[in-house]
């Protein structure tokens, strides 16, 4: 009779023992099988595909927990890369100086820093790291030469010597640059002082020289009119409305004037719209001529 | 001891069952993402979302989650992503059901982004295929909208009486379309009796100072001529009483059209806060 209790006793033991073992296996696997998703070889598997489908705010999520426990170069250049393309020029700028030493990819991570300058059209720091020796790269000196020829296109200083620029680039584009390169140097702009003193001078001529033709002959036929009403009615005696049109007529004259000036500026303005976009699509169609790396596309 | 066995046993086989099988991690993360979208928060729910998709490797959930990336895109107002992935839904559904769930979709993101005529496009075609009185009712449920946000009242009535003839849509339809003014008859008005147009829509004092302008400029114009003052009565006709005359008629439209406006977006905020019906 004690030897069946006892029996019974250690089955029980035995049973509570392994239905402890069973459900701490059980929870443990349950556990890894939730994790699984938000592994660190997870995180970089779905972040690559984020960033190959160009969903890169998403990508640089998963790249940033993935690098919380893993270090590697590829994933954060890959984040700085992301960076870049979402326009968060600073934080890509700060992920590509991280990788200057010490890594496989210091000159990429340059070049990219770079990168980061140009595309926040922050010129002058590219300008003046470019001269500075903990920023240069041998490898991608001509990428990073051409990227500060490029430059010029997009910003107000006076462009660099021509030969230097134009040998910047392959023979296949070269006739592009050179005709970009002359229309920056002499653009085919309208001087407002000059549509001004037209307009002084014969009324409606500053709009034709600004290409309003239309307007420019309104403008003679209204002011010659009102000029014309005016003399008329002191002829006969009707002063008040003399003055009258004589005021319209002052008006109008002024107002001819100062709309050609501004007609000059518009035009002006318009010159330089279609040269900044003409400019940014072609290097847009060309990726700035910039290397491709075939490991971010991986 | 046999029976202790059974039991513990049991109770193990139990514990397994349930933390294996009924959820496996593909529905967890659905779950996981659902209830993101239940708190609106929109961007890591379509993370989620995405990832799911990313994992589930037998496409089991391609449907529900592009169905509901997309509804996650519609609820942050980007209607065109919303449309692609409802689209990428309808390729992945699984039945009619499921097809005709994702095309209302499609037809409420339409209207919300207000291409309408898209909208009607898309239920015309859903009416040739589909029969059937319950889907018929949609239908007409989802034009009545669309013609609402299409500013077609009428129209919209129409499309809300087919479903019933009480239809609580329909009558504020109606009431809107008796509520709302005639643009063409207050510009009509307008040009026989300057600043009527804008009596009739509402705008007495400004309908009040536009007819006193014009019978001012009126008196003044007639008057130079009838003195023989033509050039007088030409300056002051052109540039005072025609310029009063024809203001009066644009007035009178622009009046009835804010009037209209106003109407619809009384009904429209009533459709938004008060309304418990599904909206777009």
């Given at each position: 009779m004690i030897i069946k209790r006892t029996k019974s006793h250690i089955a029980e033991i035995f049973c509570n023992v392994l239905c402890v073992f069973v459900i701490t296996v059980v929870s443990v696997n349950a556990q890894k099988l939730n994790d699984d998703f938000f592994s660190p070889k997870s995180r970089l598997s779905f972040g690559n595909y984020l960033f190959l489908e160009k969903d890169y705010l998403r990508?640089?999520?998963?790249?940033?927990?993935?690098?919380?426990?893993?270090?590697?170069?590829t994933v954060r250049f890959k984040l700085s890369e992301s960076f870049l393309r979402i326009g968060r020029y600073e934080e890509a700028a700060n992920n590509f100086k991280s990788l200057f030493f010490s890594t496989s990819l210091t000159d990429e991570a340059r070049l990219g820093l770079f990168k980061s300058l140009f595309f926040e059209k922050n010129f002058v720091r590219f300008r003046q790291y470019r001269l500075e020796e903990n920023y240069t790269t041998e490898k991608f000196s001509h990428d990073i030469d051409r990227l500060n020829y490029i430059s010029y296109f997009f910003d107000s200083e006076p462009l660099p010597d021509s030969s230097r620029l134009f040998s910047a680039f392959a023979d296949l584009n070269?006739?592009?640059?050179?005709?970009?390169?002359?229309?920056?140097?002499n653009p085919d702009t309208k001087n407002p002082v000059t549509a001004a003193l037209l307009s002084a001078a014969i009324?409606?001529?500053?709009?034709?020289?600004?290409?309003?033709i239309g307007d420019g002959i309104t403008s003679l036929i209204t002011t010659g009119l009102l000029v014309f009403l005016s003399a008329n009615n002191f002829r006969h005696d009707h002063n008040f409305r003399g003055w009258l049109f004589a005021g319209f007529a002052a008006l109008a004259y002024g107002g001819n004037i100062y709309g050609s000036a501004a007609s000059a500026q518009i035009y002006n303005a318009g010159v330089k719209f279609n040269f900044d976009n003409e400019v940014k699509l072609f290097f847009e169609k060309h990726n700035y001529f910039l290397p491709e790396f075939d490991f971010v596309n991986r | 001891m046999k029976k202790l066995f059974y039991k513990y046993f049991l109770l193990i086989e139990i514990f397994v069952v349930s933390s294996l099988f009924p959820q496996d991690r593909l529905s967890i993360q659905f779950d996981y993402a659902n209830k993101l979208f239940q708190t609106s928060q929109y961007f890591d729910a379509i993370t989620e979302y995405k990832r799911l998709l990313f994992f589930d490797e037998a496409k089991k959930y391609s449907y529900k989650a592009y169905f509901q990336i997309g509804k996650c895109y519609k609820a942050g107002a980007k209607f065109d992503e919303a449309i692609k992935y409802f689209s990428t839904a309808s390729i992945n559904a699984a039945n009619e059901n499921e097809k005709l769930s994702v095309y209302f979709e499609i037809v409420?993101?339409?209207?919300?982004?207000?291409?309408?005529?898209?909208?009607?496009?898309?239920?015309?075609?859903?009416?040739?295929?589909?029969?059937?009185?319950?889907?018929?009712?949609?239908?007409?449920?989802?034009?009545?909208?669309?013609?609402?946000?299409?500013?077609?009242?009428?129209?919209?009535?129409?499309?809300?009486?087919?479903?019933?003839?009480d239809h609580e849509l329909k009558k504020l339809c109606e009431q809107v379309e008796k509520e709302k003014v005639s643009v063409t008859f207050t510009k009509a008005i307008s040009y026989f009796l300057p600043g009527a147009g804008e009596v009739y829509s509402g705008n007495i004092l400004s309908g009040s100072i536009t007819f006193g302008w014009n019978l001012l400029?009126?008196?003044?114009?007639?008057?130079?001529?009838?003195?023989?003052?033509?050039?007088?009565?030409m300056v002051i006709g052109s540039l005072g009483w025609l310029r009063f005359y024809r203001g009066n008629i644009q007035s009178a439209e622009e009046s009835a059209k804010q009037k209209n406006i106003a109407i619809a977006n009384k009904i429209l905020k009533y459709l938004q806060y008060e309304y418990k019906g599904a909206k777009p």
């Open positions: 990508a640089s999520n998963e790249y940033k927990e993935f690098l919380k426990t893993d270090n590697n170069d070269r006739a592009d640059i050179k005709k970009f390169y002359y229309m920056k140097k009324p409606g001529l500053g709009k034709i020289y600004t290409g309003e | 409420r993101t339409n209207i919300s982004r207000r291409t309408t005529s898209r909208a009607l496009q898309i239920l015309d075609e859903i009416e040739k295929e589909n029969t059937n009185t319950f889907i018929r009712d949609s239908i007409n449920y989802w034009r009545g909208w669309t013609y609402i946000f299409a500013d077609d009242w009428k129209n919209a009535a129409d499309a809300f009486s087919k479903i019933k003839s400029f009126g008196y003044l114009t007639i008057n130079s001529f009838a003195e023989e003052r033509i050039f007088d009565g």
